[in-house]
């Protein structure tokens, strides 16, 4: 059945990518109800995920000539939604931190310097969080999460089984998780845990 599905998405996917508008809306009406539920998860709020969703299939229809999916469309969706959810939080915490410069200096912060400052100690306190890694579990995470190597690529590079791979990366997750709540950053920590939540099973 999994299978089925895939194929099926293949061909709406050919057809999508031609202009095709009926495989668009075949593709939108599959997939919407459980990536709005996901976005709903993310954001906790329904009318941003309702707004995220359509925002989210406004690019699919955009780009639809770049796409490129590595393993399913679904996969390819869900990813698309976490970078958006991120994207989110990332101007909910700009937004706040001008609003809080603005009242204590009554000077208001150019956005785009915000923003940098803004990626610059996400990717920091990342950063801090991997390095902290055993080589082994370091070289996993760093591999699928940051090159998008699936785990049988990462084993075959790593010289290891995709099993192993699997649980390198499952405990390397999950130490890198424990890394980020204890930074204090809420906004930051959510973005970033939201990246290294996993795909669609």
Known sequence: MHSDSNSV???LLQRL???DH??????????SKKLY????QMVK????ADELLQNLFVKVWEKREQIVVQQTFEGYLYRVAQHMAIDYFRKLERQNRMQEEVLRT????DEDTEAQLFAKETQQLLDEAVANLP???RRTFILCKFEGKSHQEAAEIMNISPNTVHNHLVKAVYAVRQHLLKSGRDITVLALLIALSQ???
């Open 17 to 19: 990518k031609a202009g």
């Open 135 to 137: 080589e082994q579990r």
């Open 9 to 11: 998405d293949f061909e």
């Open 45 to 48: 709020d329904p009318e941003e």
């Open 37 to 40: 539920w996901k976005l709903q």
């Open 106 to 109: 009554g000077i208001t912060i």
């Open 199 to 201: 795909p669609f099973s």
């Open 22 to 31: 009926a495989a668009f809306e075949d593709l939108y009406n599959q997939h």
